[in-house]
């Protein structure tokens, strides 16, 4: 049995190595077999490649072939043209070479010509250079026997001829500026004239009819006894959260506003008005509170005023302040003439005026507009409003000549440049139009009595009236106290003292009458 096992087991293991040797040896053929064929393909595939190439290769002579046989004519022409070319270049090298030889030979000539000139140059600087030799040697000689017939010497002689000649030249100087200021006074007010007319008749501003801030009239008694109540406390309420004075007489249907500020009094003027609207509820709390609201209101339009008014007059660079003092003149009134249209029409005027005379016209509306804005403050800083606001905008950035001119709009300092007597005839302008400025009957007595006073209290003076609205002060003198010259001296010393003394707007004309009455009585007998 064990035998049988050894022996199956030696057959399987025969046969198992037979199998593994056939295995090898028919991978090994297999292998064989794919490397042939591979060999095969790559020979294949070369043989393809290489036929490939050769069909491209004759393509691409084909196509230089049939690509040249298209451009050879244009080729041709291009080489015939770059022949005739280079044969015009070559002709015009020729020549250029040629005119070259002939400027050379020329500016040779030319340098042989300069030096014959500089060498007889050289001769005749050496024969002048003699001459002034001798001419010095002569004029020293002249001077000599000059100075020994003179009995002087050569500087005093030459200090003498020039304090001549510097005499004569003052002189002639004099003259001319003589004869220029009469030329200039002969023609100045004609031409001054012409400029104030055109000016005027081009200045279309709207006119502004406003008058001042007037009493409020209480709508009804009603209102009257609620606002006027026993204790004052509404009264008081009133004057404590605007800052100024109230004023109610008995029998009057109105309330008076008293008050240096004009802010102020407008913003009363508002209050007054606001509250008495309200028919119930009128108590100080809530008098505080509409006086409050009116306030932050008064300030919104203020500053819109001044931006308005530079917006209008096209300026720049203007500080905020500068504007808002600009936006309170909406409430300031000079002889019945509000001031913050005022300053607008200065500041046209003057531009106006400046481009006729050609100055900086920018300039002339910015003094125009600034020269009146001390009257927002006169009330509370001590100084005429032309200093008050000089330092006010001086202190905010403007320059130097526009401060003067606002300064010296009223002369408070000499007035120095163009731009202030611009601002001085615009504002006489501005003040002087027809209705643009009125007086009260109480301040129209009163100029009329100053006006009157000044003229009695010269010798001579027999009566005074005051015509055309303030505007003629006519002198009456006794004609044998006072002669044609002392007339003319007169009515020069007059309008200096109201010059001096009164302080009203626009030109007074003071005329003086002089008259002589002789009579004389025939007495005849009858026969």
């Known amino acids: 049995m064990i035998t049988i096992i050894i022996t199956a087991l030696i057959a399987l293991a025969a046969g198992a190595f037979g199998g593994l040797a056939l295995h090898k040896v028919m991978r090994a053929r297999t292998i064989r077999h794919a490397r042939e064929e591979a060999d095969e393909v790559l020979d294949e595939a070369k043989e393809a490649v290489e036929l490939r190439a050769l069909e491209e290769q004759e393509r691409i002579q084909e196509i230089e072939m049939e690509l040249w046989t298209k451009v050879e004519p244009e080729m041709l022409k291009v080489e015939g043209r770059i022949e005739d070319l280079q044969e015009v270049a070559a002709e015009k090298k020729s020549k250029a070479d040629s005119i070259a030889h002939e400027e050379k ?76 200021e009469e030329d200039v006074k002969e023609h100045a007010e004609t031409r001054a004239k012409k400029i104030l007319s055109l000016v005027i008749d081009r200045f279309a501003r709207p006119y502004c009819a406003e008058r001042g801030i007037g009493a409020v009239n209480f709508p009804d008694n009603h209102v009257r006894k609620l606002f006027c109540d026993p204790a004052g406390n509404n009264i008081k309420a009133v004057q404590d959260s605007c800052g100024c004075d109230i004023i109610v007489e008995d029998g009057m249907d109105m309330v008076g506003v008293a008050g ?108 125009g507009m600034l020269h009146d804005i001390g009257k927002s403050m006169d009330h509370s800083i001590e100084g005429g409003h032309a200093v008050i606001g000089a330092d006010f905008i001086a202190a905010r950035g403007e320059a130097a000549d526009v401060v003067h001119a606002v300064k010296a709009h009223h002369f408070d300092e000499q007035p120095s440049s163009d731009h202030a007597f611009l601002v001085i005839a615009a504002d006489a302008v501005s003040g ?96």
């Open 105 to 180: 030979k020329k500016l040779q000539e030319r340098e042989a010509d300069v030096k014959k000139q500089e060498q007889a140059l050289k001769t005749q600087e050496a024969s002048l250079t003699r001459i002034k030799e001798a001419q010095k040697s002569l004029n020293q000689d002249l001077v000599q026997r000059l100075t020994t017939k003179l009995n002087t010497s050569a500087e005093e002689f030459k200090t003498q001829l020039k304090n001549q000649m510097e005499e004569d030249s003052k002189k002639r100087a004099a003259r001319f500026i003589q004869e220029s």
């Open 260 to 367: 240096f500020d004009p802010v102020r009094r407008e913003l009363t003027r508002r209050t007054l008005e606001r509250i008495f609207k309200e028919k119930k509820n009128i108590n100080p709390d809530f008098i505080r509170k509409i006086a409050e609201n009116q306030k932050k209101e008064l300030f919104k339009n203020i500053k819109h005023d001044g931006d308005a008014l530079a917006k209008e007059l096209k300026l720049e660079g203007l500080n905020a302040e500068v504007r808002q003092m600009m936006g309170s003149l909406r409430y300031r009134y000079s002889f019945t003439q509000n001031q913050y249209f005022h300053c607008g029409e200065v500041g046209w005027l003057a531009g106006l005026m400046a481009a006729e005379i050609g100055v900086d016209i920018k300039k002339a509306r910015r003094v």
């Open 432 to 527: 002087a139009r027809p209705g643009a400025r009125r007086s009260t009957i109480e301040s129209y007595n009163q100029k009329v009595s100053e006006l009157q006073d000044i003229a009695r209290s010269f010798p001579g003076v027999t009566d005074c009236f005051v015509l055309s609205g303030g505007r003629e002060c006519r002198v009456m003198v006794n004609g044998r106290k006072v002669n044609d010259e002392q007339s003319l001296e007169l009515s020069k010393k007059i309008a200096a003292r109201v010059e001096e003394e009164c302080n009203y707007p626009g030109q007074i004309k003071v005329v003086v009458v002089r008259e002589t009455i002789v009579t004389e009585q025939t007495r005849k007998e009858l026969a």
